[in-house]
Each structure stands twice: as C-alpha cells, then as structure tokens.
C-alpha cells in the first residue's frame, strides 16, 4: 500500500511497518534538526535574559513574568509523552515541520503579546514544540543515519543545545537592551523560519513505523533497561538542578569572586558543555556503558572538589568548567542508551525520558531551595554530588550493553 499524499498513515499500514536502519546518513536533515533545537532552546531561554523590560512593559512583576518560563516547562513535560500519541498516523516530517510552525507562532505571539495573559499562550505554545521535539528527535536521528552513526547524529542535533545556551541569554540581553524585548522575540522568529525553510529541503520522507498509545508508554515502561536508564535520568538530572542552580551564590560566597569573574567562570561552563556533547558522542560511538556513567562521576566530582576545595578561586573555576563538560556529554549517552533499548517504540522511549527529565529539573530545582535555606548552599552541591555519584554506580552496574 502506497503513502497517502496527505502524509498521513492508516492504522492497518503501521501494523505492518517495520522500522528502517539506514544505510547511508542524511547529515542534512540531522543538522536541520540541529537548527530546531538551537530555536527552541534559544527561545526557551529568552525571558530569563528579558525579564525587567518585559516585565515593565506588560506591567506585572518579575514574578509573575517568571511564569513564562514555568508555563513552558510544564507543557513540555505533558507534550513530550503524548506527541507520539496524537500524531501516530502522520509522518515524521511532517510532524516536525508543525512543530517547527508552532515555533515561529510562539515567538511572533510573544513579539507582540500586549498582556500576561498572552506571553503565557506563547509559551504554552513553545512548550508543545519543545516537548515534541525532544521526545522524537532521538527516534528522528535513528531514521537518518545508520545504528552506529547513531551518537555522532544526537551529538550534532545537540550542539544547537550548546550554542543556544552559550549565546542566547548574553546576545538576548543585548538585543533587548539595544531594540527592546520584542525584537529579540522577532528574531528567534526568524531563525525558526529560516530552520523550517532547511528542514523542507532536507528531511525525507519517514512514515510512522508503530502505534504509539497509553497502553503503548506502560509497555515500554515495564523493560527493565527502560526503567534502569529513567532511573539514572532521574538522578542526574535531580543532582545536576539541585546542585548547579545555585552556583552562583556559592562562587559569590566561598571563593568571593567579583561578578565579572563569574561571567567568565559561567561561560566556560558553557565551553565546557559544548566540548563535553562531542566527547560523550566520541565515547558513546565505542564503548556506551563507559558514555553513560562517567558524565555523572565528573559531575559528582566536580561537586565535591567545590565543597572540599572551593574556596580557591582557581579550583572553583576549573570544578565548573568540568561541571560543564560532564553534563555537556550526559543528553548524548542517554538518548542513545534509550533509542538502542527500545529501537521500536523509540518515540514513546524518547517521550519518556524528556518527561522524566522535566520532573526531575522541578523536583531538583525545589529540593535544591529547600536545602539552601535551611541548610546553605553547600547541602545542595552535597545532594548533587550524591544523587549523580548513585547514577554512576547504577549505571556501571546496570548500565547498557555492547551491541554485538
């Protein structure tokens, strides 16, 4: 039975449908995705960058103009489980140039959002692309390129991560300061167009190979290599926002560094992060387990020499920048270790992980405040430190296996 035109596909064909392991890559499409990726995260981080303006402007608080970011977070995290779900007769092209579409929409609402009321419809919006995106991009790249080139794909789709967060908040604040807030918003519009107008031309055809459903995520859920490698996302991401998110008032604290300092320190963990996605990729591509467990041990120790040793200014700078780089190598590893343990239902695997993941940057992010005021900020680096040094335990012990 031929595609329909429409590009939408009949229950009786997906029943029939095997997934694909490409020959050849498609390096095209894989970097278009990487184009998405640096659009939604540039996108997601834009408020934080633009807060007191905008804030001004709509006339609230800088509290409330702060649920922008929530309001984002919380639908990307229903988003990502479900996008499978309500687009499983679709191809998957199609369904990421909609999400790319909802991309540009968001940014152009939140352009010219003349109330609260209509920022937060933005990043409602901008939630649903983000969430879609991160749950099938990984099923996405292991359509486009072979099994094997699968880490090197995600590591590329992953550097519009790196980029955006290098970039985004200080050329946002220049921008906002310079033209104002809704012009920074106009051009991650842009950007968003100028990503679809490549995805157009690159991303071939993908037909839906499986029936996502409910029923479907608690199947894919009882695999115990499922359930192991949401465990240890769950773990590195709690330990890596309980920990991390105060950073700064301990470089502020402890080593007494000057706020120009901490710009600096801050932006080589940004560097770091960028080297680190390529070396996970590098490593994952040979040995997958070793991928996956030594992000989180470097993070884990980065932590501790920060607690035993931070007072330093020169130790606390390279404990961040290697902070950096260990997290940067984390989204590869997983990805990876979740598309090769459900290589069937990679979509709702996918879906899973940035669900947990989001649950676990909000839980992080509270537990992390709670030990901050009640016990400083050393207990929230202390948490961290052991939260990712238990991910590293489990995943060496329970990890991923060599493909044979």
Same mark, same amino acid.
């Given at each position: ?10 229950? #009786? ?29 540039? #996108? ?9 303006? *905008?804030?001004? !402007? ?6 409330? $103009?702060?649920? =922008?970011?929530? @309001? ?11 996008? =499978? ?5 679709? !191809? ?14 968001? /940014? ?10 209509? &920022? ?53 604040? +220049?921008?906002? !300061? ?31 190979? @499986? ?5 479907? &995520? ?16 769950? &773990?590195? @991401? ?7 998110? +105060? ?21 080589? +963990? ?16 040979? /040995? ?6 030594? $992000? ?20 606390? $700078? ?19 270790? *979740?598309?090769?343990? =459900?290589? !069937? ?9 940035? =669900? ?26 202390? +948490? ?21």
């Amino acid at each position: 039975m031929t595609e329909p035109a429409t590009g939408v596909i009949d229950d #009786a064909v997906l029943d029939r449908t095997e997934p694909e392991e490409r020959t050849e890559p498609v390096w095209g499409a894989v970097v278009s995705l990487a184009l998405g990726v640096f659009g939604l995260v540039t #996108a997601e981080f834009l408020p934080a960058s633009l807060l007191t303006r *905008l804030a001004q !402007d709509l006339g609230v608080s800088e509290g409330a $103009a702060g649920q =922008a970011v929530t @309001a984002t977070a919380v639908v990307g995290a229903i988003a990502a489980p479900t996008m =499978a779900i309500v687009t499983k007769r679709l !191809d998957r092209r199609l369904v990421m140039w909609l999400l790319t579409v909802l991309l540009i929409v968001s /940014n152009l609402l939140a352009a010219f959002a003349s109330s609260l009321t209509m &920022l937060l419809l933005a990043r409602v919006v901008l939630g649903v692309a983000l969430g879609g995106f991160w749950s099938m991009s990984a099923a996405m790249a292991m359509r486009l390129v072979p099994m094997r080139l699968m880490p090197r794909a995600m590591s590329i789709i992953l550097t519009g991560v790196s980029v955006a967060t290098v970039t985004a908040a200080p050329v946002g604040a +220049y921008v906002g !300061d310079i033209w104002g807030w809704r012009t920074a918003f106009m051009i991650a519009a842009v950007v968003g167009a100028l990503t679809l107008l490549v995805q157009l031309a690159t991303i071939p055809s993908l037909p839906p190979t @499986a029936v996502a459903s409910f029923r479907t &995520l608690i199947e894919v859920l009882k695999r115990r290599t499922i359930r192991i490698a949401l465990l240890v996302v769950l &773990l590195v @991401a709690s330990g890596q926002f309980a920990g991390f998110t +105060y950073v700064r008032p301990f470089l502020e604290t402890v080593p007494v560094m000057p706020i120009e300092t901490i710009s600096l320190v801050l932006l080589a +963990y940004g560097i770091g992060g960028f080297f680190g996605n390529f070396a996970g990729a590098f490593l994952a591509e040979r /040995n997958l387990k070793l991928a996956v467990g030594l $992000a989180p041990l470097l993070i884990a120790l980065s932590a501790l020499a920060m607690l035993t040793l931070g007072a330093s200014p020169v130790i606390a $700078a390279i404990a961040v920048a290697a902070w950096g780089f260990a997290f940067g190598a984390v989204p590869v590893g997983l990805q990876t270790w *979740l598309v090769r343990a =459900a290589p !069937d239902q990679a979509e709702s695997a996918g879906g899973l992980m940035v =669900a947990t993941f989001q649950v676990a940057i909000a839980l992080g992010a509270v537990f992390g405040g709670l030990l901050v005021d009640h016990a400083g900020v050393a207990s929230a680096f202390a +948490y961290g430190a052991a939260a990712t040094l238990l991910a590293a335990l489990v995943t060496f012990s329970m990890g991923p296996k060599q493909p044979e």
